[in-house]
Structures are given as structure tokens and as C-alpha cells.
């Protein structure tokens, strides 16, 4: 969305933009639907190449713009060369957040500006990095703008079928790599709370979307055989890009109580399929939600407060449908093209 939303910006201000990529190679950029392939440049992991030619290239440049802390490097260089270029540098979440190397810190200090994806990520940047207020700006992630959007939610016969789901189940779904060290995501406290709830709601179904290690598989396993839930929980494994928006309708909640979660653009993406979302309230999902205006915010490791927040919205499902005028004056690309556009 960056590249588009800067493409769009130099066309309208008579500037000039150029995208390089370090891992990628030019043929990932061709076809693509963001920019053209001429403004592009991938070096397919060549680091030395990549950082002599963004080097070359810097040292003209009025602006330059770091998709990723690990690229601090090459800018500092820069800076040192032409002390003008504005260094913005965008920051996601657990990347920064942490102790840094003495060495990175240092050259943190050569960013004019950092865009973070929310509130909570700047707030850390602030806190755990001493970078000043001033300097910290916010840029929610967007919707893509080529996502289609059915006006009435449509349910795929087929993917329920393949699910086995009910016309009268009520469907909860997460999407997100199942492992260890994504056991933050809180899926693991939602099957604990599906367990409350079966007792006066039989029909419930929880949709664990995404990849899984077989060493967390079978830690689910074990947790469903315990809570008796075998029934009720359906582990699908990877999911196609193009079958997102069909698991979003299918699904009555989209619910994952996070802990670490930069942002939290799925949350985004189910609420723009109508979907109402529960997050946790102590991350980055604050900002998806709109801190609580566009869903439901709860303590993410507390089962009571997860059993008690679906319970809310299955008696009062209308109440919880997300503002779709609301969502996109926040989120939509127009939102992000403009607040990217007062940052640089």
C-alpha cells in the first residue's frame, strides 16, 4: 500500500519515486497492481548490491523511506553523506519494541520521523527507545484497495459444507499460524472459553484457521480431547488468499485476544466483511478496533472475560456489526494515502 499510496503522491507533487527491494528480485514487481515495474528494483538477497545501489541513490535523494528497522544501517550511511534527506522509518511492532543493539540505537537517531502502525507501537518507541514524542507519528495499516467487497454477506455453501457448519452454528474464527511462539495470539484461552459455553450453546463452532507446527497441533489436540470439544473445534490448516473474505462471512465472530500484536490489520479486514471483532485490549489490536469503537476490547488472558464477551455479542448481534462509514474513514486507503502524505 506504501508504494502505491507514494506512486499516487509523486505523480500529484512532480516527484520522483523508486522502490528498492533488497530480498526480492524485478520479476516479484512485474504485473504487479501497486506501481509500475519501471520504478522498481530487486536485488534477490544481493545485500552488498542492494545497499551500494540504495546508497548511490540516497545520497541525491530529498526523502527515503525505511520499510524495516534492519535497514538503519544503509540510511545512517546515507545521512552522513547529505545531512538533508529526511530519514522516515516505518515500525510494525515486536521488532522495536525490545532492547536494541547499542550500535542500532545509534543509528535510530539518524530517523527524522517513525511511522509506526499504532498508537501502542509509538508509545513503546517512546518508552523503551527514548526516541522524543515529536518524532513519532502514527499510520494505521489500510485496507487494500483492490479487496472486493460484497454489498450482503454471503455465505459459501461449499466452504460450510466442507467445515461441516450448520445453517444455525454460531461460527468463531481465527485466523494465524498455530506454533509455540504464536500461542500469544490467544487461541488456546478461546477454547478454553468455547468450553463454557457449550453448555447453553450446543451449536457453537470454532474455526482455527491458518498453517500449524505438529508440535502445536498436537497440543490442541490435547487440550480439545480434554474439554471434550472434538466436535466443536476444526483445526483447517493453511488457507488460500482468495478464500479470506468467504471464511469472514461464513463466521459470525472474529475473535483473537492478542498480546503482542503490532496492529492487527484482520481484524480490519473481518470488521470490512461485516464481521464483529473481539481483541485484546493491552496491544496494537486497540488501534484496529478503534479502541473500542469498531468492536470489543477485553483482557486477553482472562477465559471469563472472552465467555462473557462472544456471550454479549451472540444475544445482541446487530449491536456489534462494525460501522462500515466508520472503518473506512479510519482504515480505507483514502485515510492512508492522506495520513502518509502529511508524514513525509
Known amino acids: 500500500m506504501a508504494g502505491k499510496a507514494l506512486y499516487e503522491y509523486g505523480l500529484a507533487?512532480?516527484?520522483?519515486?523508486?522502490i528498492y527491494s533488497m530480498h526480492d528480485s524485478k520479476a516479484d514487481s512485474e504485473n504487479n497492481k501497486y506501481f509500475p515495474s519501471e520504478i522498481f528494483s530487486g536485488y534477490a538477497a544481493a545485500?552488498?548490491?542492494?545497499?551500494?545501489?540504495?546508497?548511490?541513490?540516497?545520497?541525491?535523494?530529498?526523502?527515503?523511506?525505511?520499510s524495516h528497522i534492519n535497514l538503519l544501517l544503509v540510511a545512517w550511511l546515507i545521512k552522513k553523506a547529505n545531512p538533508k534527506v529526511q530519514i522516515i522509518l516505518m515500525a510494525h511492532g515486536i521488532e522495536i519494541w525490545g532492547k536494541l543493539s547499542p550500535a542500532k540505537k545509534m543509528m535510530l537517531g539518524c530517523c527524522d520521523k517513525i511511522?509506526?502502525?499504532?498508537s501502542f507501537t509509538s508509545n513503546k518507541i517512546q518508552e523503551e527507545q527514548g526516541v522524543a514524542k515529536q518524532k513519532c507519528l502514527v499510520l494505521n495499516n489500510c485496507i487494500d484497495p483492490f479487496l472486493e467487497r460484497s454489498i450482503a454477506r454471503l455465505r459459501d455453501e461449499a466452504l460450510a459444507k466442507r467445515y461441516g457448519i450448520q445453517k444455525d452454528d454460531i461460527v468463531l474464527l481465527t485466523l494465524t499460524r498455530l506454533s509455540l511462539?504464536?500461542?500469544?495470539?490467544?487461541?488456546?484461552?478461546?477454547?478454553?472459553?468455547?468450553?463454557a459455553l457449550l453448555p447453553t450453546h450446543k451449536n457453537i463452532k470454532y474455526i482455527l484457521a491458518g498453517k500449524y507446527s505438529e508440535s502445536e497441533k498436537l497440543y490442541i489436540d490435547e487440550m480439545i480431547a480434554i474439554l471434550k470439544l472434538r466436535e466443536h473445534?476444526?483445526?483447517?490448516?493453511?488457507?488460500?488468499?482468495?478464500?479470506?473474505?468467504?471464511?469472514?462471512?461464513l463466521a459470525d465472530i472474529y475473535i483473537m485476544p492478542s498480546v503482542k500484536e503490532g496492529f492487527g490489520i484482520v481484524f480490519v479486514e473481518a470488521m470490512y466483511y461485516g464481521t464483529p471483532a473481539i481483541a485484546g485490549?493491552?496491544?496494537?489490536?486497540?488501534?484496529?478496533l478503534?479502541?473500542?469503537?469498531?468492536?470489543?476490547?477485553?483482557?486477553?488472558?482472562?477465559?471469563?472475560a472472552i465467555t462473557e464477551a462472544v456471550q454479549k455479542i451472540i444475544t445482541n448481534k446487530n449491536d456489534f456489526v462494525p460501522d462500515h462509514d466508520l472503518l473506512m474513514e479510519n482504515f480505507g486507503y483514502d485515510a492512508y494515502k492522506r495520513k502518509?502524505?502529511?508524514?513525509i
Open 115 to 118: 511511522a509506526s502502525v499504532s
Open 340 to 343: 502518509l502524505e502529511a508524514i
Open 233 to 249: 473445534v476444526i483445526l483447517t490448516g493453511y488457507v488460500a488468499e482468495e478464500e479470506l473474505a468467504n471464511h469472514f462471512a
Open 281 to 288: 485490549n493491552v496491544d496494537g489490536s486497540t488501534d484496529a
Open 47 to 66: 545485500k552488498i548490491k542492494f545497499v551500494l545501489a540504495v546508497a548511490k541513490a540516497g545520497v541525491k535523494a530529498d526523502v527515503i523511506i525505511l
Open 290 to 304: 478503534l479502541h473500542g469503537a469498531l468492536g470489543l476490547l477485553i483482557e486477553p488472558d482472562n477465559v471469563g
Open 13 to 18: 507533487n512532480n516527484s520522483t519515486l523508486h
Open 181 to 195: 511462539r504464536d500461542r500469544y495470539k490467544g487461541y488456546n484461552y478461546i477454547i478454553q472459553a468455547l468450553a
